[in-house]
């Protein structure tokens, strides 16, 4: 069995991830060896341990000092799990990977995760369901049995949040070719408070309207205050939103208040609709068939599919995509072949040959496609009788 | 006229030949207008409900019945040649027939057939033909490669074993395509006998295959070889077959080899004869695609990683024709490295033209000196270092490398210098090389900048730099993506508020200019970098004991650090300062308000539809609409449906081209062509909305689906060039390869043997892993014994042939594994093994050993995999036993069930039950005797019941697998592979005694006489009882109590004579006694004559008295009946 050896704590979920889809055994070592506290994280190890609630059969060797870490997976299991994430990152982090996983179990996933559900470095859980679902459903097939369910939300220090991913599994994913995105035909969108007066969410709302009002007319944005036991432990509130093509892509984005005893200032309610909204307007900027959040899965379960060719049009790649990729080379042997869209950059107007309608359609920044093939991959675990 | 003539006339007879009947016939034509259904539609009409719908169902059926899932369709474009093995058992003739089918194919001679032969068939197919022994190994190495099977039969001897295995083999693997070769027909004499003969073998044959399955005859030999026109038939066979799909060949790539090379230094070889070889094995790339770098097994070697693989040029190409219909003398090539046959020969870098005869001269074998240095194990200059000199005698000797450090030493200030200027050039470099490494991880963003810009940090610039790296990381932290641009603002706060305009004018720029290299920012040559990385990191070490960490010496270093450590995340922040209007200008046209694309604007669409079907009649106002003038028309009447979607500015611009076309158009068409095309389109409309809709639109839909996926699948990659499409793709089917395996064991090498196939089966990555396999398994019916759990097992999964420890288990109805001792004898049952994870629904077969000789068949089980895990969930049953200690009511104490009362702690709460079957539950432990517990039962139990628990534990397979090494064997123990042997043949072997429990031997049963005790019946239900039924208790007599009595002597003198005179006394009364009896005798007897003397005294007396009555009445008489 062929094992690969990387440094550094960068990416370590990206590495376990893959690790546990190809079977590769992994050494991960100088895990911050520098560092005051080196070793492993919290974090770290209660994503080890989420990784090891969902296989059967995984073995991780963590040497004293914590800076070095070698990962033996076993075969991944799904069934009905219950994991308290450390509260340091929020959910987003776990289900990110867990949400790569779901569909090659043995079982159905079930997971309940607690933990913080929403904070500035992860993705929140509203933009893991409104962005990345959409994309998981594509390859899934059906969004039948995918689901997620917040029933308490915990905002950044103390947590306190509670979410249920159910996800189904399959023999085998579909190919896609999904190039064409579309045009932006309607914004949704969460706000959400806990902890905080309920008036800050409408504030959100109204601002984040003012200045996406602009651009269209079909938003709406739900608001949803928690209250009492479903409110978590400390105050926070956020904004997610996203954008729905006529094609069927989402682009999401969002804004998160900063954190109680966090050393920042407060978030103003109006600020924050204001940045979200923006932040949308970049992700739109940066547009594709995906968005920033789900380009990694993607990649990943088109590389894990049939051996078909799979096609897939995004916009800039992040560094944690490009990442992605290269992990992907690593352990999958797969390269893709990424290519600028230039048919979306070089259309013109109108088709009339006039003066004024000559020039291009504003579409923001590049957009690239990704094609590549499948690598065969087929759900190992599930049983057939 | 007369009426007599008319009866003679003649009927009109009508003509029915000549012309005129002919021209009568034309006239009326006879026409089969309806059908008998059109005819009398109430006769074809349902008549019975259930019959029709019957009727339908069947039709339903049938139609069901050949519909198969739609698969994508992976035949490559230019496919590899098939493999046709030829099989069968020994002294057939399979080595002669394939001298015939290459000689029909090539129009060559070829004598020494060794390995696998590659022959052009024609345009579109190559054939490489494979001739399999009867080593089991290589039978299954064949079956599952081979795309079409010759089995050759002796017609004599009927099929034989072999046969059948390879039928079973090719079951287990997959079916390639089978056609039976009937050898040795000119053994029968007569021509019936053939006939009946070959009637009968291909009835069996079919029987064995599928009706229809085709069956070859060869009739004779002459001058050792078949007829050629029955060879010639049969090849035609070969090339016109049509290959099915495999799903395991679909889903895996394989390579077939067909030529390899040992190019191992020769050196190593030579001063280690047993070190691993390097070894390039080349063939055609089957299956689908494969990729370098992964692994693969080879079959009866093992696991290898591929080194390297390069594709070469085909070296059996298909000729490229179109038209002709055979093939010339220059197109028929052959290519059999193994066998030397085929002229050229590719290599990587090379190409190789065998000249023929000439062979090497034989080389003389050197000596003296030259043999003295060809042996020795070390090159020259290694020993020259190693000797030693004393310059003076009884000096220290001196090496040649001390020499050199002394020297070196007395010139160090030089070299120093030297040695700092290189450190700083390698630091340079390594700044240079971060940057770019840090550049292809961080940019992104709408910003971007080529990276020349970055590359130029100059010499001069390096020590500003490196302020500028240092800042850097602290940026890192907060802000990944302002990286990029920092780098080249030089870190400026105040341009950081014009950042985002700025970048438009880039951007704007960009788009015209040149453009990133996504590719190279992605994948770039990243792994050069981080080699180079590795090796700055020198380790000082302080006396071997501690590492002197070099903090931060290099900024580059540091970066690297940073870069590998930081916070793991997928968030990407937005550019903080973000001009709305801007951003939102350059977004408009994502939004459905903004513009469109020509091809899918709607108003440009019905602008095209205008021009076909643009004039109108506004029925409301009576205006005529002619397409030709929209313009005016639209400025006149807004109201006009069409027309309102359009915006007049548009239709200003439409005004230049396509009026005149429209005109023609319109010119051309009548009105009655107008309509028509519209109610065309209606027509379409309509059709598409309800036509086509039948059981089989999902199925068509979903084949058109598959079909347009094959398509891309094949046209994606087709653009570029080899190299590339290699790199996306992997190499693909069809492909000749070179591929290059490292440390490989010489033993492939020293044993290699051509007529074993030498087969690279690729895998899928998750199947490198080994775990538990859950199989479901059959014995198979012809093979002699039953299979016992625990003995190891060779299993055929996949590519790989393994022996391993298999568990026999049941699935019982409530799920649970069940384990068996044995294989049942005609059922399916399951088992579980160590082995590697292959995809479920694979095939397997076992066989128990592939050394024995044996005339029996082989092939033990067959099966397919279920599940695979990490776990075993295997149970067989345990009884625990205990004993009562002491019983109370239902309660009782049970012990040595248990040996410590933790055991029973875990054990509480479960059920046990006695033999008898009363049944109960563990309580509690008891303190004392360890391991005792009480527990309840539903009656009283009796202190001699044995109490017993039933439990399940889990069974431990052992993690047991060995790839059987059959490549690896000698010449002489190929076929002798010998595994892990079980413990009963090892046994055998050393003849020991199979070991006994004591416990477990037959003894004879002595069973201890019961003694009942008597029924005691309680006094008051004694009372109760009836009289009949009450016992009756006999009172028996009360014996007087005796009392001993010991005499003193006098007394015993006393009692002594007493008892003497009572003796006396008692004879002397019993002989009075019986005198007495004598005299009543005596007296009873004189008595008794004289009673009868007395009696017969009283007769005479009665005799004389009846007399006398007699008399008296007689006178009596007489005296009445005279009167």
Redesign the interface.
Same mark, same amino acid.
């Given at each position: 069995?062929?094992s690969l050896n990387y440094?550094?704590?960068?990416?370590?979920?990206?590495r376990l991830l893959m690790s546990t889809? =190809?079977?590769?055994s992994v050494k991960i070592s100088?895990?911050?060896p520098?560092?005051d506290d080196p070793g492993l994280t919290d974090f770290e190890v209660s994503f080890i341990r989420l990784m090891d609630k969902v296989t059967?059969?995984t073995k991780t060797v963590i040497t004293e000092t914590g800076t070095q870490l070698v990962y033996r997976p @076993?075969?991944l299991l799904g069934g009905s799990i219950e994991h308290d994430c450390h509260n340091s990152r929020p959910i987003g982090?776990y289900l990110?990977m867990l949400m790569c996983l779901a569909p090659f179990t043995?079982e159905p996933l079930r997971a309940v995760l607690r933990g913080v559900t929403c904070d500035?470095?992860?993705?929140s859980v509203d933009l893991l369901k409104l962005s990345v679902f959409p994309v998981l459903k594509r390859f899934l097939g059906t969004d039948e049995g995918l689901d997620l369910k917040i029933n308490r939300r915990g905002a950044a220090p103390d947590g306190g949040g509670e979410v249920v991913f159910s996800c189904p599994c399959r023999?085998k994913l579909r190919?896609i070719?999904f190039t064409q995105p579309g045009?932006?035909?309607r914004i949704r969108g969460v706000a959400w408070s806990v902890r905080v007066s309920p008036g800050f969410v409408n504030r959100l709302v109204d601002s984040a309207r003012g200045?996406l009002n $602009?651009?269209?007319t079909d938003i709406y944005i739900y608001t949803d205050h928690m209250r009492g036991g479903q409110a978590g432990k400390s105050p926070g509130f956020g904004l997610t939103l996203v954008a729905e093509t006529?094609e069927g892509s989402f682009l999401g984005a969002e804004q998160v208040s900063s954190a109680k005893g966090s050393g920042e200032e407060p978030t103003v309610p109006e600020d924050l609709g204001k940045k979200a909204a923006?932040?949308l307007?970049?992700?739109?900027?940066?547009?594709g068939c995906v968005d920033?959040?789900s380009q990694?899965l993607s990649c990943l379960l088109m590389v894990l599919g049939?051996?078909?060719?799979s096609?897939l049009q995004i916009g800039?790649?992040?560094?944690?995509s490009?990442?992605f990729?290269?992990h992907i080379?690593d352990?999958?042997?797969?390269?893709?072949?990424?290519?600028?869209d230039k048919k979306a950059?070089t &259309?013109?107007?109108?088709?009339?040959?006039?003066e004024e309608?000559e020039q291009e359609?504003?579409?923001?920044? /590049?957009k690239?496609i990704l094609?590549?093939?499948g690598? @065969?991959?087929?759900n190992?675990? !599930?049983?057939?009788? | 006229m007369d009426p007599s003539d008319k009866s003679v006339q003649k009927t009109h007879r009508a003509r029915h030949s000549g012309p005129k009947a002919e021209k009568k016939k034309s006239k009326n034509k006879h026409e089969q207008d309806l059908t008998a259904r059109q005819r009398n539609p109430k006769a074809f009409a349902i008549q019975s409900v259930n019959k029709a719908a019957k009727s339908f169902r069947r039709t339903a059926d049938i139609k069901a019945k050949k519909q198969h899932i739609p698969k994508?369709d992976?035949t490559p474009v230019e496919p590899p040649p098939i493999v046709v093995a030829i099989v069968g058992p020994p002294k057939v003739g399979k080595s002669t027939l394939l001298k015939c089918l290459i000689k029909n194919f090539t129009k060559q001679k070829i004598t020494n057939i060794q390995g696998p032969v590659t022959v052009v068939a024609g345009k579109n197919r190559r054939i490489t033909f494979i001739e399999c022994n009867n080593d089991i190994n290589c039978m299954i190495d064949v079956g599952k490669i081979a795309d079409l099977a010759l089995l050759m039969v002796d017609a004599k001897q009927g099929f034989e074993m072999e046969i059948f295995e390879f039928f079973n083999i090719c079951q287990a693997t997959g079916f390639p395509r089978c056609m039976g070769v009937l050898n040795h027909l000119d053994m029968y004499k007569d021509g019936k006998t053939v006939r009946k003969r070959k009637k009968h073998l291909k009835n069996r044959f079919e029987v064995e295959l599928y009706k229809g399955a085709r069956l070859f005859y060869l009739s004779m030999l002459v001058n050792g070889e078949y007829l050629p026109n029955e060879v010639h038939n049969l090849c035609r066979f070969i090339s016109v077959m049509k290959i099915v799909p495999l799903t395991w060949r679909a889903?895996h790539p394989y390579i077939f080899a067909d030529r390899m090379e040992d190019i191992t230094n020769p050196e190593d070889i030579r001063q280690n004869p047993k070190c691993d070889r390097t070894v390039s094995l080349y063939g055609y790339v089957r299956g689908?695609?494969m990729?370098?770098? =992964?692994?693969v097994h080879i079959a009866g070697c093992g696991d290898y990683?591929i080194k390297n693989m390069t594709f070469l040029p085909d070296p059996c190409p298909t000729p490229t024709m179109e038209k002709r219909r055979s093939l010339n003398v220059k197109e028929r090539v052959i290519y059999a490295p193994m066998s030397g046959v085929g002229g050229i020969v590719y290599d990587k870098d090379a190409v190789y033209i065998d000249m023929g005869t000439k062979s090497a001269p034989e080389q003389e074998k050197p000596s003296g000196m030259v043999a003295a240095l060809m042996e020795s194990l070390k090159p020259v200059d290694e020993k020259v270092r190693e000797s030693q000199i004393s310059i003076f005698k009884g000096g220290p000797a001196i090496s040649g490398e001390e020499f050199d450090r002394k020297r070196q030493s007395e010139s160090s200030d030089d070299e120093e210098e030297e040695e700092d200027e290189g450190d700083k050039d390698s630091g340079m470099e390594a700044e240079s090389s971060e940057d770019e490494d840090s550049e292809?991880?961080?940019?992104?963003?709408?910003v !971007?900048k080529k990276r020349k810009t970055i590359k130029g940090s100059d010499d001069e610039q390096s020590d500003s730099d490196d302020g500028n790296n240092a800042m850097d990381v602290d940026d890192d932290d907060e802000d990944?993506?302002s990286d990029g641009t920092s780098d080249e603002d030089g870190d400026n706060d105040e341009e950081s508020m014009l950042k985002w305009k700025k970048d438009m004018f880039q $951007?704007a720029a960009m788009?015209h200019s040149a453009?990133?290299n996504?590719?190279k920012?992605?994948?770039g040559d990243?792994v050069a970098n981080e080699t180079d990385e590795e090796e700055e990191e020198e380790d000082d070490q302080l006396g071997g004991l501690f590492k002197v960490?070099k903090?931060a010496s290099r900024d580059g270093s540091r970066l690297d650090?940073h870069?590998?450590?930081?916070? /793991?995340?997928?968030?990407?922040e937005?550019?903080k300062e973000?001009d709305?209007d801007q951003?939102?200008?350059?977004?408009?046209?994502?939004?459905?308000?903004?513009?469109?694309? &020509?091809s899918e604007?709607a !108003?440009?669409r019905l602008d095209e539809d205008d021009a076909l079907y643009g004039d109108f009649e506004d029925l409301e106002t009576g205006e005529k609409h002619v397409a030709a003038d929209v313009e005016e028309s639209d400025i006149s009447d807004d109201d006009s449906s069409e027309k309102e979607a359009d915006d007049p500015e548009?239709d200003a611009?439409?005004g230049?081209e396509e009026p005149i076309e429209r005109e023609k158009t319109k010119a051309e068409m009548s009105a009655q062509e107008r309509r028509a095309a519209k109610k065309k389109k209606i027509k379409e409309l309509f059709d598409k909305e309800y036509d086509s809709k039948g059981d089989d639109q999902f199925y068509e839909s979903w084949k058109a689906e598959m079909d347009e996926?094959a398509k891309?699948?094949k046209s994606?990659?087709e653009e570029l060039p080899e190299e590339q499409r290699v790199?996306?793709?992997?190499f693909r089917p069809g492909m000749y390869v070179r591929v290059e395996f490292e440390q490989m064991p010489c033993e492939l090498v020293e044993n290699f043997d051509a007529t074993y196939p030498v087969v690279l089966g690729g895998m899928?990555?998750?199947?490198?892993?080994?775990?538990f396999v859950?199989v479901r398994v059959k014995k198979h019916r012809w093979y002699k014994k039953i299979l016992k759990s625990r003995n190891p097992l060779i299993i055929s999964l996949g590519w790989r042939r393994f022996q391993t420890i298999p568990y026999y288990y049941k699935l019982e109805d409530n799920m649970r594994q069940r384990m068996l001792k044995y294989t049942p004898e005609h059922m399916h049952c399951n088992a579980v093994f160590w082995g590697p994870?292959?995809?479920?629904?694979t095939g397997f077969l076992a066989v128990e050993s592939v050394a024995e000789k044996t005339p029996n068949f082989r092939i033990a089980a067959t099966g397919v995999v279920?599940?695979?895990?990490?776990?075993v969930e295997v149970e067989k049953k345990l009884k625990l036993v205990g004993h009562p200690k002491k019983v109370f009511k239902k309660s009782a104490f049970i012990e040595n069930m248990f040996t410590s009362a933790l055991e029973v702690a875990k054990f509480q709460g479960a059920r046990i039950q006695t033999v008898s079957g009363l049944r109960g539950q563990v309580k509690k432990a008891l303190s004392s005797p360890a391991g005792a517990f009480r527990a309840t039962f539903e009656d009283k139990i009796r202190l001699s019941d044995t109490v017993f628990l039933k439990a399940w534990v889990k069974v431990e397979v052992p993690r047991f697998i060995m790839p059987v090494t059959s490549l690896l064997l000698s010449q002489e123990s190929k076929q002798a592979w010998l595994g892990m042997r079980t413990v009963g043949q090892l046994r055998h072997e050393r003849g020991l005694p199979v070991p006994q429990k004591g416990d477990s031997l037959y003894r004879p049963i002595v069973r201890p006489q019961r003694e009942n005790k008597p029924l005691v019946i309680p006094k008051a239900l004694k009372m109760s009882l009836p009289f009949k039924d009450m016992p009756k208790e006999l009172q028996e007599p009360k014996q007087p109590k005796r009392v001993a009595v010991v005499l003193e002597p006098h007394e015993a003198k006393v009692a002594n004579f007493m008892k003497r005179v009572k003796a006396i006394y008692k004879d002397k009364r019993q002989k009075e006694h019986h005198m007495m009896r004598r005299r009543v005798q005596e007296h009873q007897k004189k008595v008794a004559s004289m009673e009868a003397v007395k009696q017969e005294k009283l007769k005479e007396a009665k005799k004389r008295l009846h007399k006398i009555l007699g008399d008296m009445k007689k006178k009596k008489d007489s005296s009445g009946s005279h009167r």
């Open positions: 069995m062929s440094e550094g704590c960068n990416y370590f979920r990206m889809l =190809s079977g590769k100088q895990i911050r520098e560092d059967n059969g @076993g075969l982090y990110e043995k500035k470095d992860d993705p023999q190919p070719k045009k932006i035909k200045v $602009k651009f269209l006529t923006l932040t307007l970049q992700e739109i900027f940066r547009g920033s959040t990694g049939q051996q078909d060719v096609k800039e790649l992040t560094p944690y490009i990442q990729l290269r080379r352990f999958f042997q797969v390269v893709f072949n990424i290519k600028v950059v &259309a013109a107007g109108d088709g009339d040959g006039d309608e359609l504003k579409t923001g920044g /590049d690239l094609t590549c093939v690598v @065969g991959y087929s190992v675990s !599930k049983a057939i009788r | 994508v992976r889903s689908t695609h990729k370098t770098k =992964s692994m990683i292809t991880e961080e940019v992104e963003g709408p !971007k990944e993506d $951007k788009k453009r990133v996504y590719t920012m992605v994948y990243e960490l903090k650090k870069a590998i450590n930081k916070k /793991d995340c997928n968030h990407l937005g550019d973000v709305i951003l939102g200008e350059e977004i408009r046209d994502t939004f459905v308000t903004g513009k469109w694309d &020509a604007d !108003k440009a548009k611009d439409q230049d996926q891309l699948n994606e990659f790199q996306y793709e992997g899928t990555n998750i199947e490198e892993k080994l775990g859950n994870i292959t995809p479920q629904g279920l599940e695979l895990d990490q776990s």
